[in-house]
């Protein structure tokens, strides 16, 4: 059983360019949550999608969008890119409409910015 | 939603009992304490969670004193693969927003 997987494992990007993370849910998953991850820090949640629909939004900017697909897998796209989208960005799925459900993350994307 | 305060950092040493407090004052009826362990470079995997008194599973156990404005994560006999950063969440059922704090770095020395 395939756990949560993401791609890119690495990418590097210039600043104001765009950039389209992908995530395949666990099987049988069907929410979807994207965090950021700097470097020495803890997980800020960006945003969540549930049945195709942005469920909930962290505190960032409109820079950052998202898309759930029929399949539940994601993708976060992020424009204009800056120094500071410099991390790793995670998915993480959980199954069902609890929001405490326990979420299972992906190995993550390094994103770079030069 | 409610905040989190943890101690940035603890050493332990391989087989003691490691007891990780995190302070969360302004919980709210429907918040339900978890806890998750990131190694480097991977994603934070999820321990335990719990709404009151004590949770335990096959590796940790969770206490929360009647208040609730405080949980314990306790790892027994710890061992070297144990060293992470370990994250307490306080969940608000219905806002599906998750907000981690800053961890507490463990260390476990031979």
């Known amino acids: 059983d395939a756990g949560v997987t993401q791609s890119p494992t690495h990418l590097i990007k210039t600043r104001g360019q765009q950039v389209t993370l992908r995530c395949s849910p666990k099987s049988g998953h069907d929410t979807v949550s994207w965090y950021q991850q700097a470097l020495g820090q803890g997980p800020q949640f960006i945003f969540q999608y549930y049945e195709e629909e942005e469920r909930q939004r962290g505190n960032f900017p409109d820079r950052f969008s998202g898309h759930q697909f029929p399949n539940y897998s994601s993708e976060l796209n992020v424009n204009a890119l800056l120094l500071g989208d410099s991390a790793l960005y995670l998915c993480?799925?959980?199954?069902?409409?609890?929001?405490?459900?326990?979420?299972?993350f992906g190995p993550g994307t390094r994103l770079t910015v030069l | 939603l409610a905040k989190t305060t943890q101690p940035i950092s603890m050493d332990s040493y391989e087989g003691q009992e490691v007891n990780i407090t995190c302070s969360h004052n302004n919980i709210a009826t429907n918040d339900y304490i978890t806890w998750y362990q990131q190694f480097p470079s991977q994603g934070p995997r999820f321990i335990i969670q719990?709404?009151?008194t004590k949770v335990t599973n096959e590796v940790a156990s969770l206490f929360i004193p009647a208040d609730r404005k405080s949980s314990t994560l306790s790892l027994p006999r710890v061992s070297l693969s144990d060293t992470a950063v370990y994250y307490c969440l306080v969940v608000t059922s219905g806002t599906y927003k998750y907000i981690f704090g800053t961890g507490t770095r463990l260390k476990v020395l031979a």
């Open positions: 719990g709404y009151k």
């Open positions: 993480a799925s959980s199954f069902g409409d609890r929001d405490y459900n326990e979420q299972f």
